[in-house]
């Protein structure tokens, strides 16, 4: 059984940083794509960015203040720096396979707020 665990979600000023961390336990080799999603309330759940063998893809409105890592084969980072209130929201972490099944974590919750 495969299980994504997020963590390192918070609260935050604007300008600040976080970084979030996503753990998978069980069929860990054969992950293809890891990447991370976020929802605000009201709005529909976008990609934020996201991370292959070869490649990353990023929201354009998180690019170049946000970073996505696969730090090893358990792990996928993503470092969030000068962030601003409309990136509060609740972000989730997912993994893709080869056969097309997506597996998500719980999400967890960043707020940018003064």
């Known amino acids: 059984q495969v299980q994504l665990v997020e963590s390192g979600g918070g609260s935050v000023q604007p300008g600040g940083s976080l970084r979030l961390s996503c753990v998978v336990s069980?069929?860990?080799?054969?992950?293809?794509?890891m990447g991370w999603f976020r929802q605000a309330p009201g709005k529909e759940r976008e990609l934020v960015a996201d991370i292959g063998s070869s490649s990353t893809n990023y929201a354009d409105s998180v690019e170049g203040r946000f970073t996505v890592s696969r730090d090893n084969a358990r792990r996928v980072s993503l470092q969030m720096n000068s962030l601003k209130s409309e990136d509060t929201a609740v972000y989730y972490c997912y993994g893709d396979y080869p056969s097309g099944r997506r597996y998500w974590g719980q999400g967890t919750q960043v707020t940018v707020s003064s």
């Open positions: 069980g069929d860990i080799f054969r992950i293809v794509r």
